[in-house]
């Protein structure tokens, strides 16, 4: 049986207005959310310093457009469109001030939806194909492309949706793959594509070098925001993440079909088609990461572009990746706890929350309402055998149930108060994402538990001390907000 | 001119773009055909001059061998 989600009223209206990133920007807009940069700026270094000066307001930061770059006349690009948890809220039909902890749940409500919302547009009727070229293909000429961080080998383009399909069954949808790889533009008609090699993408490199068959691509910049926030969501391999992304948005996506064959959005700003030059390599990287530093330079894939469609007028989306906080974090931050929560749930009813938000879940706040002494250790370990929790989840900090595991005031209390020296765990040698700086090795180091919740029986430790039980709830929820009105009220007064 | 990560000579550069503002060329991006490097003639000096930048993101690629493979190419395996 089918599961679809049902939506407050607010979240179907945006879900029915919203077709494509011009929609979005224009929800954004009228909240406040959306600034256009009122100055010309150099590619290097004033868009880099503009995207961190504003990554640092994680709650309320908004999207910028940059149309007065110099040198790239009439060009527009923007960033931070998924740089807030307000503009995320907006996009859920959430208002300004919503919490991430309120978030969460509305995200965990949505999960686990299959009831994909797919339409149809023909190709000479999607907007996306309103211009066309198919030779002299410059993407410095299409692109106002510039470097994210100083030491990047190159200009990338660092928030594309790539779909491509597996290359033995190319009539598959279901092994459709849409996904976020980072493209570092190699000239003005190719690219390189870096995936990890445990990816789809990887996966279909190898099946077409193997096999001496093309590997055709599309590119998409300038998406639906909601396939920008769930194409970075694992799904299985013959799941699509147009499907998925549908799903979860609760509205359709609209797709049509790409002059090289693909299913691409026909409202994205623009689509690059390309293909794999097979087993050819060439230096790719560095490029600022998400632990907040460089990975390093490696032989990766090139790709040729065979044509490019955009609409009139298009947008370059992009984004800042680099130290963090960052729009990466917000874009992939509760994509990546709701997956962990909802994997550590079918195993233990008694985790309320997790926050895995901080460098995609390399430390995770579990909150979980405690049975017996040391049960919230046994908890930890199951979290570190989720998929997820595999490779990322390095340091676990395990929280009360009454904890908010968003609120780092109150994951501070914990860990001053109920956290001993010896409710410290360590597990040497344990797997690790390749580019954590602090492994012992790439792919090899150390997890971490903390055990910061209170004391249960046999326990002794803690039996003289009560804890305080401020009032909590909704009801304290309100009067948060009320009092956020009052201040909001008497300061226009 | 050379590259600013590898010292490639002249010969091996190719000029991208030319950035222009009413006619005149404000800047031009090149790309080092030796090490991939690519960069634009305005970006700051710990970017694009060789003396300046940090020696940790140097690129010899005389030694092809000192930089891992993302997936190694399929042809590469066949004897």
């Not at chain 2, 590898?6 to 991006?29: M, P, S």
Request: charged fraction near 25%.
């Amino acid at each position: 049986m089918s599961k679809s989600i049902s939506l407050s009223a607010e979240a179907k209206a945006v879900a029915k207005r919203i077709h494509c990133l011009r929609d979005y920007l224009e929800l954004l807009s009228e909240h406040g959310q959306f600034i256009k940069w009122p100055e010309a700026v150099m590619p290097e270094p004033d868009i880099r310093k503009i995207a961190v000066a504003s990554s640092r307001d994680s709650m309320t930061a908004p999207a910028i457009m940059f149309d007065n770059i110099r040198g790239y006349p009439g060009k527009k690009m923007v960033l931070g469109v998924h740089g807030s948890f307000t503009n995320i809220a907006l996009l859920l039909g959430y208002p300004k001030g919503t919490t991430i902890k309120e978030l969460f749940y509305e995200l965990i409500g949505r999960w686990g939806s299959d009831k994909p919302l797919l339409e149809w547009v023909k190709p000479d009727q999607a907007p996306v194909n309103e211009n066309r070229l198919e030779s002299d293909i410059n993407l410095y000429d299409l692109l106002p492309l510039y470097r994210v961080n100083d030491y990047d080998g190159g200009f990338y383009i660092a928030k594309a949706n790539v779909v491509s399909r597996d290359p033995l069954e190319p009539d598959n949808f279901g092994k459709q793959n849409v996904g976020i790889y980072r493209i570092q533009v190699q000239g003005p008609d190719r690219f390189s594509l870096l995936s990890v090699p445990s990816h789809d993408m990887a996966h279909m490199i190898r099946t077409a070098e193997e096999n001496d068959l093309p590997l055709k691509i599309a590119v998409m910049l300038g998406n639906h925001p909601a396939m920008a926030m769930f194409a970075a969501t694992p799904v299985n391999y013959d799941e699509s993440e147009y499907a998925y992304a549908s799903q979860m948005m609760g509205s359709p996506i609209e797709l049509t079909t790409s002059g090289n064959g693909l299913d691409i959005q026909a409202g994205a700003e623009m689509v690059i088609e390309a293909e794999l030059i097979n087993n050819e390599r060439i230096f790719e990287g560095p490029f600022g990461e998400f632990p907040g530093s460089y990975s390093g330079v490696r032989h990766v894939p090139l790709f040729k572009v065979t044509a490019v469609s955009h609409r009139n007028d298009p947008i370059f989306e992009n984004i800042y990746i680099g130290r963090g906080w960052t729009e990466h974090d917000t874009l992939i931050g509760l994509n990546t706890c709701a997956p962990i929560y909802s994997q550590l749930k079918e195993s233990f009813p008694e985790v309320v929350a997790v926050n895995a938000l901080y460098q995609h879940g390399l430390t995770g706040i579990i909150s979980v309402k405690n049975r017996y002494a040391g049960f919230a250790k046994s908890v930890a370990l199951r979290a570190l055998s989720t998929p997820h929790g595999l490779m990322y989840l390095k340091n676990i900090i395990m929280v009360d149930d009454f904890v908010d595991p968003f609120d780092l005031n109150q994951v501070m209390w914990a860990l001053s108060v109920r956290t001993r020296a010896s409710d410290i765990t360590v597990l040497p040698n344990m797997p690790l994402v390749l580019i954590d700086p602090a492994a012992e090795v790439p792919g090899k180091g150390h997890r971490l538990i903390i055990d910061a919740t209170g004391f249960m029986p046999p326990d002794k430790v803690g039996s003289d001390s009560k804890l305080v039980t401020p009032p909590a709830g909704n009801e304290i929820d309100d009067l948060a907000k009320y009092v956020s009105q009052l201040q909001r009220e008497a300061e226009i007064k | 001119m050379t590259c600013p990560r590898c010292q490639a000579e002249e010969k091996e550069l190719r000029t991208e773009y030319q950035g222009k503002e009413d006619g005149k060329v404000i800047w031009t991006v090149y790309n080092c055909q030796r090490c991939a490097f690519t960069w634009r003639d305005s970006e700051p000096a710990e970017s694009i001059d060789y003396e300046v930048r940090e020696e940790w993101f140097r690129v010899d690629p005389d030694s092809p061998d000192l930089y891992p493979h993302n997936i190694p190419p399929a042809k590469s395996k066949k004897p």
